[in-house]
T-cell receptor, first 114, second 112 residues
């Protein structure tokens, strides 16, 4: 299996621009998670989906952030408008199901907002 | 509320020395516990997991961890560290809805 695939690996954009991060989970996995990692705050859970349905989005920083999972094989995290404080590494992870919580991580997207 | 504490932010050990990384958790029921490793510029990779049964679990790359319910701990160990083990290590506990609650991580440096 190819694992969790995230694109792009690196994104540099200017403040105010829209940013879209993409994730393809492992085939057959029912749960998908978006995390943000910074030096200051560590690894933060932003939102997660079970069977394409958002379960908990309490970690989403503010309305500028939105996430969708239109089908079992694709999810997006969108930031509009982006701000310099959004600069971070964003990880996507997928899990075979709710039971036992094992998550498999993608390589991440390093976002720089200038 | 569920939480994970990794008291050591940064640890340095000499190559060939033994290693123990500490992890304490707070969880009401029997926890699912995990250790992940993150190499620079990479995502998190699962090292090992505990669900039930034998409290000493073996993982990849020669790592092991011991679950101690009385101490609410799940410490990670390796008898002899290799330079390639330099990375950041995250302990996590499984939440009630399939999510994971991570600790802040411990960065491991290895001296030659």
């Amino acid at each position: 299996d190819a694992g969790v695939i995230q694109s792009p690996r690196h994104e540099v954009t200017e403040m105010g621009q829209e940013v879209t991060l993409r994730c393809k989970p492992i085939s057959g996995h029912n749960s998908l998670f978006w995390y943000r990692q910074t030096m200051m705050r560590g690894l933060e859970l932003l939102i997660y989906f079970n069977n394409n349905v958002p379960i908990d989005d309490s970690g989403m920083p503010e309305d500028r952030f939105s996430a969708k999972m239109p089908n079992a094989s694709f999810s997006t995290l969108k930031i509009q408008p982006s701000e310099p404080r959004d600069s971070a590494v964003y990880f996507c992870a997928s899990s075979p199901g709710v039971a036992k919580n094992i998550q498999y991580f993608g390589a991440g997207t390093r976002l720089s907002v200038l | 509320a569920q939480s994970v504490t990794q008291p050591d932010i940064h640890i340095t050990v000499s190559e060939g020395a033994s290693l123990e990384l500490r992890c304490n958790y707070s969880y009401g029921a029997t926890p699912y516990l995990f250790w992940y490793v993150q190499s620079p510029g990479q995502g998190l990779q699962l090292l090992l997991k505990y669900f039930s049964g034998d409290t000493l679990v073996q993982g990849i790359k020669g790592f092991e961890a011991e679950f101690k319910r009385s101490q609410s701990s799940f410490n990670l160990r390796k008898p002899s560290v290799h330079w390639s083990d330099a990375a950041e290590y995250f302990c996590a506990v499984g939440g009630s809805q399939g999510n994971l609650i991570f600790g802040k991580g411990t960065k491991l440096s290895v001296k030659p």
